[in-house]
């Protein structure tokens, strides 16, 4: 594919397998191409710095999210009309009918019962010495936490971290891990339909909220379906790259972790640092509204644009050092990895409350994570370990 405008062009394939085990070197290239750089291979252009990432996320009239998340049609259309995958009033409405159950305020009650589930996780695996970060910590949390809260039926859980899993890599571009995904994501899709046709979600929970606002006539039922999946397929994947990260970081950067074990209060901003230098989500798509101009670049209408929240968060132009884990540094709260704007995430606030439980949990019980062993997890846009082993020095027993 030739560019269609004057844009820098970058010809290689920031999703094949080379590109997502080790994306910097492409990220750190396409920031020097220019504000925006055309991707030869995916048809799209690329917005890989600060400034101009931001700006897109913050233009939603322009840069429109309904047929313009993932970078194939085909998902594109199974997408089409769920939260993340709408604009304008239908977004807002959909949003509102659920988001009002994750704000800070409305999370508060919960926080007692997280950090007691992270403290309990985290002791027994303090006993044991030794265990895999992701399957053991990571995953163990939101699984322990999440389907409940979105009052999801225990039959069917098996199958929930490979249905998250498949719904992110089949945003990517046409590639033979969008083809395995695409059928996984039917298959969540069924399920979730069949849990709403049969209205078997716990009571009190999201899903109930979503029920009741089908039996109120603000949605409709097909809304519901999309609703019931909106904030389940989102909230595993993310938080268990979140977490695992966090670990591998802390065992390549002891003097990080002494800095948390000596203060604490550090937690939050270190949580937006994991995010900033490890973005769990690489990026997500827009379409082009109509035509406009990208920094210096022209974007016609009905463009791709892919906004790589992993690569504006280590531009240069706005964080020093970029490639350094610092956990004080001052500027992290300014990462993207939550996204921005109108489609910000909608579940930061619990993913927050998730991963510093378990720091929290960790910092007075760990002196050092020692790793014996990772292996990375491939998914078109997760950035994340499928296994990150360690072995742990118990702090002193206190008291
Ligand atoms: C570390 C963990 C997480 C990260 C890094 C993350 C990242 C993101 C990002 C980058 C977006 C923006 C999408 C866009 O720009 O189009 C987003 C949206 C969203 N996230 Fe998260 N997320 C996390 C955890 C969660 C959790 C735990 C939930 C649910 C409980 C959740 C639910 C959502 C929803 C519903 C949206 C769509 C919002 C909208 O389109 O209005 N996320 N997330």
Not at 52 to 61: C, H, T, W
Not at 209 to 232: K, P, R
Not at 330 to 341: I, P, R
Not at 374 to 384: D, M, Y
Request: charged share 25%.
């Amino acid at each position: 594919m030739t560019a269609p405008t004057s844009a820098p062009t970058y010809d290689g394939d920031i999703y094949c397998d080379a590109a997502l085990l080790e994306p910097y070197e492409d990220y750190r290239n396409l920031r020097e191409l220019g504000p925006a750089v055309w991707l030869s291979q995916h048809g799209a252009y690329a917005v890989a710095r600060y400034d101009e990432a931001r700006a897109v996320l913050m233009d939603g009239d322009t840069f429109r999210s309904a047929n313009g998340i993932a970078l194939n049609e085909p998902a594109n259309q199974a997408i089409l009309g769920c939260t993340l995958a709408s604009d304008g009033e239908l977004h807002a409405h959909l949003r509102q009918v659920v988001a009002h159950r994750l704000t800070p305020r409305a999370l508060r009650p919960m926080k007692d019962m997280v950090a007691e589930k992270a403290d309990e996780l985290v002791a027994g695996l303090v006993e044991k010495g030794s265990f895999d970060a992701v399957a053991d910590l990571a995953r163990a949390l939101p699984l322990s936490i999440v389907p409940d809260f979105i009052g999801w039926p225990q039959e069917g859980r098996e199958h929930l971290l490979r249905w998250a899993g498949a719904n992110f890599d089949s945003f990517g571009p046409m590639n033979a891990r969008v083809e395995q995904a695409l059928p996984q994501c039917g298959e969540m899709a069924a399920f979730g339909a069949e849990i709403v046709r049969t209205r078997n979600v716990s009571p009190g929970s999201l899903g109930a909220g979503v029920l009741e606002a089908v039996d109120q006539g603000t949605i409709t039922t097909e809304q519901a379906m999309m609703l019931m999946l909106d904030y389940l397929a989102p909230s595993l994947d993310t938080t268990i790259s979140a977490v695992g990260s966090a670990i591998w970081l802390f065992s390549q950067h002891p003097d990080q972790w002494d800095l948390i074990r000596n203060d604490p209060k550090l937690i939050p901003n270190a949580v937006n640092e994991v995010v900033r230098i490890e973005s769990p989500i690489r990026a997500f798509g827009r379409l082009a509204s109509r035509d406009t101009r990208i920094g210096d670049v022209e974007i016609p209408e009905g463009s791709r644009v892919v906004v790589i929240y992993a690569s504006a968060n280590r531009d240069e132009r706005k964080f020093e050092r970029p490639d350094e884990f610092d956990v004080t540094r001052a500027n992290a709260v300014h990462q993207l990895g939550f996204g921005m704007g109108e489609h910000g995430c909608a579940g930061a606030g619990l993913a927050r409350m998730e991963t510093e439980s378990l720091l929290q949990a960790l910092a007075p019980r760990v002196t050092r994570f020692h790793l014996d062993g990772t292996e990375r997890a491939l998914n078109n846009l997760i950035r994340a370990f499928g296994r990150v082993d360690v072995t742990i020095d118990r702090a002193p027993a206190q008291g």
